[in-house]
């Protein structure tokens, strides 16, 4: 009969804007084998920062064990780092982030000079803050900012109030609402039109950064028809208030699709883009590949 080897990994991508983006270095950068301080099965979710000339790459890492002895339920996801000094050569760095449920999704981001991560905390039946006492490193939660099932929480700062898209169905991958609050630590409100996007698994379920690029503004959605995580959507936010929402797909959608073969033969479901200069975008995807062997089991 035929063996099954399935795994994410991450790569990096570059290009003149958010939507001309192609595979860059010798990808994937990290992958299962990478990890050192556990059996991993895959590593996912990327999330990155530059701070003082290096960047830290933030990650899901599922545990061996948890496919290994089909224990998926009794085992979680950790929060991995990776640094690099040139953003194509990435070392392995250790676990940051570890709780009694699964973590993943580590979006991490800066306000105020200080350092902020929201993971994604369903089993802790809420959006739980944490903040680095020693970035990139060490850290601690500050605060729980929405109760409930909310997969991949995605926040941006937008005319001086907090924003953060999720996906309140986390087994369907069809919803999508939004909240919003004039302080980081709340109180949330959920936006009038919620949910924003509901029964449609092509566009609802978070990509990754909401980001800013010639003074509009833009969200990714995972496209999970007719599979999980097979590809990424853009859509251009056009309307934002606290009484309106508005969007509209970009041409250049969908702008991440799986290559066939190889690391990210089979799906891709992430980005996280940054702006390097005026005509110069870097990002971290991840990908699925699944290799079907002979086996004499």
């Known amino acids: 009969m035929k063996a099954s080897t399935q795994q994410w990994s991450i790569g990096i991508y570059q290009g003149d804007t958010p939507f001309s983006l192609k595979p860059v270095g010798d990808n994937p950068v990290i992958q299962a084998k990478d990890v050192t301080d556990l059996s991993s099965e895959f590593v996912a ?18 545990p061996g064990s948890a496919i290994d002895n089909q224990e998926l339920q009794n085992s979680h996801g950790v929060i991995g780092l990776a640094k690099s000094s040139d953003g194509s050569n990435w070392h392995y760095q250790g676990i940051v982030l570890e709780e009694s449920f699964h973590l993943s999704y580590p979006y991490v981001f800066t306000f105020n000079g200080e350092y902020y991560m929201l993971p994604e905390t369903l089993g802790a039946d809420c959006i739980r803050l944490y903040k680095a006492d020693s970035f ?36 369907r991958h069809d919803t999508l609402e939004l909240h919003y609050a004039d302080d980081l630590f ?41 599979r999980y995580g097979s590809q990424v959507r853009a859509f251009e936010i056009t309307e934002l208030s606290t009484t309106k929402y508005a969007e509209k797909e970009t041409k250049s959608s969908p702008i991440l ?38 086996s004499n089991r």
């Open 45 to 62: 979710d990327p999330f990155m920062l530059e701070h003082q000339g290096e960047w830290f790459l933030f990650f899901e890492i599922l």
């Open 136 to 171: 990139p490193t060490k850290w601690s939660p500050v605060a729980e900012l929405l109760p409930g099932q909310h997969a991949d929480p995605s926040i941006f700062y937008y005319q001086q109030r907090w924003w953060m898209f999720s996906c309140s169905t986390p087994n």
């Open 186 to 226: 709340g109180s949330w409100l959920p936006h009038p039109a919620n949910p924003l996007i509901k029964n449609d698994p092509r566009i609802a379920r978070p990509a990754g950064r909401v980001i800013q690029w010639n003074n509009r503004w833009f969200r990714f959605a995972q496209d999970c028809y007719p």
């Open 257 to 294: 699709s799986p290559s066939g073969h190889g690391w990210n033969g089979r799906n891709m479901h992430h980005i996280d883009l940054h702006q390097l200069g005026e005509h110069q975008w870097i990002a971290c995807v991840d990908g699925y590949y699944q290799d079907e062997q002979q």
